[in-house]
DNA sequence: AGGTCTATGTATAAAGA
DNA sequence: TTCTTTATACATAGACC
């Protein structure tokens, strides 16, 4: 989805590593907000930088979504 | 994404939105593998479909990954 | 660390099997 | 419901601020 193809697997610079994050990291966290509202599904998506920073999405009201966000807030 | 642009409001007709959930919940996870890698972060999502069904990607070791995973076998 | 630009790869809407 | 096909919208790589 840009002007190379790229193979996953992990970005060995540093900085393209962290730009790529920042810049998948929204996609990720607006698709599973997306999921949830035009499909009426319960989602919740977290993502922990490797420097120990937290992003995290949850839909609703679901149980278990619930549970993952009470679990997440001791963090 | 595709031939005709898609307002972002819960999809009306139930078998389109099943569809979709399908094609998009299939996206979502894809993407949140890509991230793990490319990125070398913890991501963990999960979805629940309205109809009860759980769909889930857990990345690896860290201890909030973890622990999510953990409540997610409660259920 | 975040924002802009834009070429290009990717995801997916709609239709059909 | 699930897989294909195809057209199109969208996400994003790379470059530059």
Redesign the pocket.
Known sequence: ??????EIKRIGDKN?R???F???R???L??AKELSILCDADVAVVVFSNRGRLYDFYSTNRFLIKSLHIVRSFF
Do not use: E, N
């Not at 989805?1 to 790229?6: A, I, L």
């Open positions: 989805m840009g002007r190379k193809k790229v393209s962290q730009v790529t920042s810049k998948r929204k996609g990720l607006k698709k």
